[in-house]
């Protein structure tokens, strides 16, 4: 029988995102979300009116998972700040992509992506 989504299992079965998931240092928190309604924030509105969010979870060994999540129908430059991570603002980490298991080099005080329309950026920063 043939898979009818075999990039959903794909990324169920991943072990750099199970791994993420079963880390028991910390627990995951929204860090920030945008809308498209002027003057409301995202705790203020119905949630088809949020755009993009962005997620954290510190992970053992200082290591910091990064969600960005673009829910537009277009693609969008999402970004995170050290300060926004808890991460000292002159680190300069390793960043992975846990998604396409793929090292992306180094990044010092913020980490952005542009982020497809309904898709997502998952990646790990390693502190040097």
């Not at 969600?67 to 537009?72: A, E, G, I, P, V």
């Not at 998604?99 to 990646?123: D, N």
Request: glycine share 6%.
């Amino acid at each position: 029988m043939q898979q009818r989504y075999p990039e959903c299992l794909a990324l169920m079965a991943n072990p750099e995102i199970l791994a993420v998931n079963q880390d028991v240092f910390g627990s995951a928190k929204l860090v920030k979300a945008a809308t498209n309604v002027s003057g409301g924030t995202y705790e203020q509105v119905n949630s088809t009116a949020i755009t993009s969010q962005v997620f954290t979870k510190p992970l053992a060994g200082g290591k910091v998972a990064l969600l960005l999540f673009n829910r537009d129908e277009q693609p969008a430059k999402l970004s995170a700040s050290w300060a926004e991570l808890g991460l000292k603002a002159a680190a300069a980490v390793t960043v992975r992509d846990v998604i396409k298991r793929a090292a992306l080099g180094k990044a010092t005080g913020e980490f952005s992506a542009t982020v497809a329309r309904h898709s997502a950026v998952f990646v790990v920063l390693s502190p040097s």
